[in-house]
């Protein structure tokens, strides 16, 4: 399990050595390695499957931004929800997160897109699943990611009260569960270009986040940083 786990602070280590959560990680690495060995290309690499948790350690989360699972095509999924690695071209989604973000905040759209100056700030970037075959959105529902990444938000909803979730789309509002009172809950459709104008748009999910941390005597997120 170190390939995958390698460098997960101990926060977040603790709550995927639970041993519920061990045992299905084990069945996913059981099948994944099945599919690499028939050919079949699984997106992100290995080792950035849990790269939203190396890059923001639990103590450090103050949002969560919640997605479906990650891109299926070739260098795009790097292990953050709806981020693609610097010098990427910037997909739909994105760029309608982009719209929404400048609409919103009333900064310059985002030059880049990876989404990692986010994570610094403690902006969780989790998908609802976190692996996917290439070219086939969703191919690894049902797999026992949403164990997973239950287990991995119920640890933020115990961590302290104030926690923003932001739940884009129906895959993400499923794996989200019951919020407890004390944290901000933001509902919205996914920011694809199927479902932006359902609801994405115009929702200002940024200032809401922002009012709200600072509200509760937090800073708010430089939501124009990225990198």
Same mark, same amino acid.
């Given at each position: 399990?170190?390939?995958?786990?390698?460098? =997960?602070?101990?926060?977040?280590?603790?709550?995927?050595?639970?041993?519920?959560?061990?045992?299905?990680?084990?069945?996913?690495?059981?099948?994944?390695?099945?599919?690499?060995?028939? @050919? =079949?290309? =699984?997106?992100?690499?290995?080792?950035?499957?849990?790269?939203?948790?190396?890059?923001?350690?639990?103590?450090?989360?103050?949002?969560?931004?919640?997605?479906?699972?990650?891109?299926?095509?070739?260098?795009?999924?790097? @292990?953050?929800?709806?981020? !693609?690695?610097?010098?990427?071209?910037?997909?739909?989604?994105?760029?309608?997160?982009?719209?929404? +973000?400048?609409?919103?905040?009333?900064?310059? !759209?985002?030059?880049?897109?990876?989404?990692?100056?986010?994570?610094?700030?403690?902006? +969780?970037?989790?998908?609802?699943?976190?692996? =996917?075959?290439?070219?086939?959105?969703?191919?690894?529902?049902?797999?026992?990611?949403?164990? !997973?990444? @239950?287990?991995?938000?119920?640890? !933020?909803?115990?961590?302290?009260?104030?926690?923003?979730?932001?739940?884009?789309?129906?895959?993400?509002?499923?794996? +989200?569960?019951?919020?407890?009172?004390?944290?901000?809950?933001?509902?919205?459709?996914?920011?694809?270009? +199927?479902?932006?104008?359902?609801?994405?748009?115009?929702?200002?999910?940024?200032?809401?986040?922002?009012?709200?941390?600072?509200?509760?005597?937090?800073?708010?997120?430089?939501?124009?940083?990225?990198?």
């Amino acid at each position: 399990m170190s390939g995958w786990l390698g460098g =997960v602070g101990a926060g977040w280590g603790g709550v995927l050595s639970e041993p519920a959560v061990a045992a299905v990680l084990g069945e996913l690495r059981g099948v994944l390695e099945s599919e690499r060995r028939v @050919g =079949v290309e =699984v997106y992100p690499a290995e080792g950035e499957i849990f790269a939203a948790l190396r890059r923001t350690p639990l103590e450090r989360v103050r949002v969560v931004i919640l997605g479906q699972d990650p891109y299926h095509d070739a260098g795009q999924a790097h @292990g953050l929800s709806f981020s !693609v690695p610097a010098g990427h071209r910037i997909p739909p989604s994105l760029r309608n997160i982009y719209q929404e +973000l400048v609409a919103d905040v009333g900064c310059e !759209v985002p030059r880049a897109g990876c989404l990692g100056g986010w994570a610094d700030q403690g902006v +969780l970037l989790l998908n609802s699943v976190l692996t =996917v075959r290439a070219h086939a959105a969703n191919s690894h529902r049902g797999l026992g990611w949403e164990r !997973v990444t @239950g287990a991995i938000l119920e640890a !933020v909803k115990g961590l302290r009260a104030g926690v923003v979730f932001m739940a884009w789309g129906a895959a993400a509002e499923r794996v +989200l569960g019951e919020i407890p009172r004390g944290h901000l809950v933001i509902r919205s459709p996914h920011p694809s270009p +199927l479902s932006a104008r359902r609801g994405f748009f115009g929702s200002r999910p940024f200032t809401r986040a922002n009012a709200f941390l600072v509200a509760g005597g937090g800073q708010p997120i430089e939501w124009s940083r990225v990198e």
